[in-house]
Nanobody, 119 residues
């Protein structure tokens, strides 16, 4: 069983920056695809960014050039650096860890951390 613990959310003014962290338990971190998702009130949860075990990244169009996802396998921790924040980035942010083993898929979520961007 993997547990994910997030930190780093908060309130920031538009144009500011925040860095989210997500620490994982267990020994499978290095082989997992990890990602950040967000959910604003009334909206579905959406992918923000993800990075594979081979360090291939992809980003939502709305955050390209502003957000950077990274991972530190030795620390079993993932990060989301968020710059030039906008009010529309306001949401609960969730980290995710996905492992595929043959036909089996293991999907884990953090508890969520609130990010609020004021205008």
């Amino acid at each position: 069983q993997v547990q994910l613990v997030e930190s780093g959310g908060g309130l920031v003014q538009a144009g500011g920056s925040l860095r989210l962290s997500c620490a994982a338990s267990g020994s499978t971190f290095s082989i997992a695809t990890i990602g950040w998702y967000r959910q604003a009130p009334g909206n579905q949860r959406e992918l923000v960014a993800r990075i594979t075990s081979g360090a291939v990244t992809n980003y939502a169009d709305s955050v390209k050039g502003r957000f950077t996802i990274s991972r530190d396998n030795a620390k079993r921790t993932m990060y989301l650096q968020m710059n030039s924040l906008k009010p529309e980035d306001t949401a609960v942010y969730y980290c995710n860890l996905l492992i595929r083993s043959g036909k089996d898929v293991y999907n884990y979520w953090g508890q969520g951390t609130q990010v609020t961007v004021s205008s």
